[in-house]
Nanobody, 124 residues
Framework: QVQLVESGGGLVQAGGSLRLSCAAS????????VGWFRQSPGKDREVVVV????????YWLDSVKGRFTFSRDNAKNMVFLQMFSLKPDDTAVYYC?????????????????RGRGTPVTVSS
């Protein structure tokens, strides 16, 4: 089994920054892709970023391009989402997710595993 545990969410004012972390454990070898998605009440799930495990392909949600960065520490089995210039529309629960089955690197990416999520609230 795979366990993903997110941390780093919280309350921040518009224009502020947050760094989300995700620690992976278990049978994590053989992933096809990893990323973050978010969910807020009344809105469809949005894939924020998804990257192929090889790192060759990456998809970004248009509304966060240039404001968020994604990084990985493979040695520590961790991934990060650094968020800058946060806006109220970024308010959501953010989930770290990964897949070991074939994955679409795009907005319709589906994941085999996800964490419990970490809430991000951006006040105006």
């Amino acid at each position: 089994q795979v366990q993903l545990v997110e941390s780093g969410g919280g309350l921040v004012q518009a224009g502020g920054s947050l760094r989300l972390s995700c620690a992976a454990s278990g049978r994590i070898f053989g992933f096809s892709g990893v990323g973050w998605f978010r969910q807020s009440p009344g809105k469809d799930r949005e894939v924020v970023v998804v990257e192929s495990w090889s790192g060759g392909r990456t998809y970004w949600l248009d509304s966060v391009k240039g404001r968020f960065t994604f990084s990985r520490d493979n040695a520590k089995n961790m991934v990060f989402l650094q968020m800058f210039s946060l806006k109220p529309d970024d308010t959501a629960v953010y989930y770290c997710a990964a897949s070991s089955s074939p994955i679409t690197i795009g907005p319709s990416a589906t994941f085999d595993y996800r964490g419990r999520g970490t809430p991000v609230t951006v006040s105006s």
